[in-house]
């Protein structure tokens, strides 16, 4: 975590903890107060202490509102849980939440259901408080929308009331707050899903930005998460570049068209996979924009795999930091992001990093 956020604070990044209770207990309102005081030693109070003074919104360019993010915490497993299956769309198989969750005495299943069926539970004000309290100045809210689309691309009411209520939480707390579109398994990055769903994306993006475009700077929206083609490839057709484009253009261009705050809200794009490799970043240059300086890249880091995961089986598990080389693996993969912040003139930010606990023993 020191390692990782010095870079991050040298290069001007924001980065988000993925959580999902391994370093904020959301029951006991606890944390792992040692990785916390090493993430927060980056970042002294006089040097990225922010608060809002002003009321309404106040534009502020896309390197600005990286820096006042400070450093993230991400809601992991929860308003993104889901048992959605794109490729059960028409067959009248629905997933086990929808049939197996709580229902509410008019049978229908409950955000409750969703909420909690990744084992996470019912997110409260102050729960969000503490992260606050812990340091975190920015909060990323995964959330999945696909069983709570009906026929007509309508969001379900009570789901965007839900995710309302959690946006609520993060923003009176004076964090900024990032929203997504997180396991929609029908964005996939190829022709056929893309005719096939555009309309969908469209009506979804125009629900959401209409449903927040009066709220101030502090909400930024994000487009997808680590979408590639409908087989998950890591080695992906070209085609495939194209279509990433294609929906990230169609978020940008829906989100500005709703108007009100959205005409200036800063937007989140992401690589095929939120990958910051070279071949996948240097497409993004093609996406534009109404306004200058108001797009921000997104990235994911795990790097190094090995260490950072706790169940990979492609690569050699560690659980020692070995500096040598993992300095140097992490060097490489913030040179990469630099190199294109630079070309493109657009902000990196990492919506998702961790480490995530495993013992010694386990890994000798």
Same mark, same amino acid.
């Given at each position: 975590?020191?390692?990782?956020?010095?870079?991050?604070?040298?290069?001007?990044?924001?980065?988000?903890?993925?959580?999902?209770?391994?370093?904020?207990?959301?029951? &006991?309102?606890?944390?792992?107060?040692?990785?916390?005081?090493?993430?927060?030693?980056?970042?002294? *109070?006089?040097?990225?202490?922010?608060?809002?003074?002003?009321?309404?919104?106040?534009?502020?360019?896309?390197?600005?509102?990286?820096?006042?993010?400070?450093?993230?915490?991400?809601?992991?497993?929860?308003?993104?849980?889901?048992?959605?299956?794109?490729?059960?769309?028409?067959?009248?198989?629905?997933?086990?939440?929808?049939?197996?969750?709580?229902?509410?005495?008019?049978?229908?299943?409950?955000?409750?259901?969703?909420?909690?069926?990744?084992?996470?539970?019912?997110?409260?004000?102050?729960?969000?408080?503490?992260?606050?309290?812990?340091?975190?100045?920015?909060?990323?809210?995964?959330?999945?929308?696909? *069983?709570?689309?009906? =026929?007509?691309?309508?969001?379900?009411?009570?789901?965007?009331?839900?995710?309302?209520?959690?946006?609520?939480?993060?923003?009176?707390?004076?964090?900024?707050?990032?929203?997504?579109?997180?396991?929609?398994?029908?964005?996939?990055?190829?022709?056929?899903?893309?005719?096939?769903?555009?309309?969908?994306?469209?009506?979804?993006?125009?629900?959401?930005?209409?449903?927040?475009?009066?709220?101030?700077?502090?909400?930024?929206?994000?487009?997808?998460?680590?979408?590639?083609?409908?087989?998950?490839?890591?080695?992906?057709?070209?085609?495939?570049?194209?279509?990433?484009?294609?929906?990230?253009?169609?978020?940008?261009?829906?989100?500005?068209?709703?108007?009100?705050?959205?005409?200036?809200?800063?937007?989140?794009?992401?690589?095929?996979?939120?990958?910051?490799?070279?071949?996948?970043?240097?497409?993004?240059? &093609?996406?534009?924009?109404?306004? =200058?300086?108001?797009?921000?890249?997104?990235?994911?880091?795990?790097?190094?795999?090995?260490?950072?995961?706790?169940?990979?089986?492609?690569?050699?598990?560690?659980?020692?930091?070995?500096?040598?080389?993992?300095?140097?693996?992490?060097?490489?993969?913030?040179?990469?992001?630099?190199?294109?912040?630079?070309?493109?003139?657009?902000?990196?930010?990492?919506? =998702?990093?961790?480490?995530?606990?495993?013992?010694? &023993?386990?890994?000798?």
């Amino acid at each position: 975590a020191t390692y990782f956020h010095k870079l991050c604070r040298n290069a001007g990044y924001t980065a988000f903890w993925w959580d999902c209770n391994g370093l904020i207990d959301r029951n &006991e309102l606890t944390c792992r107060q040692q990785i916390v005081d090493a993430i927060m030693a980056e970042y002294p *109070e006089d040097e990225f202490h922010y608060e809002k003074t002003t009321q309404g919104f106040v534009e502020e360019d896309a390197f600005t509102a990286v820096h006042n993010m400070k450093t993230g915490w991400n809601l992991g497993n929860t308003l993104d849980s889901t048992s959605y299956d794109w490729k059960k769309e028409g067959t009248g198989e629905i997933g086990w939440i929808l049939q197996w969750g709580e229902k509410d005495a008019s049978g229908k299943v409950t955000t409750k259901a969703f909420e909690t069926a990744w084992g996470m539970p019912v997110t409260k004000r102050e729960m969000i408080h503490y992260v606050k309290e812990c340091g975190f100045n920015s909060v990323r809210i995964p959330c999945t929308w696909a *069983e709570h689309i009906d =026929e007509n691309n309508q969001v379900d009411p009570d789901w965007m009331t839900r995710v309302h209520e959690v946006v609520d939480y993060v923003i009176d707390e004076g964090m900024y707050c990032i929203l997504n579109t997180h396991h929609d398994g029908w964005v996939c990055a190829t022709e056929n899903m893309y005719n096939k769903y555009s309309t969908r994306f469209e009506s979804l993006w125009t629900q959401i930005a209409t449903e927040f475009a009066d709220y101030d700077e502090r909400l930024v929206f994000a487009s997808m998460n680590e979408v590639t083609d409908e087989n998950d490839s890591w080695s992906p057709s070209m085609s495939v570049f194209t279509y990433i484009n294609k929906w990230n253009q169609l978020f940008i261009d829906t989100v500005r068209a709703t108007g009100g705050n959205n005409a200036k809200r800063n937007l989140v794009i992401s690589p095929r996979g939120c990958s910051g490799s070279d071949r996948d970043m240097q497409i993004l240059h &093609e996406v534009t924009d109404t306004i =200058e300086n108001h797009l921000i890249i997104e990235v994911h880091n795990y790097t190094p795999q090995g260490f950072c995961f706790n169940d990979a089986t492609w690569t050699t598990m560690s659980a020692k930091w070995i500096p040598w080389q993992h300095e140097y693996d992490l060097r490489n993969d913030f040179d990469m992001y630099a190199r294109w912040q630079r070309r493109i003139n657009r902000p990196v930010i990492i919506c =998702e990093y961790a480490a995530f606990p495993k013992k010694y &023993e386990d890994f000798e």
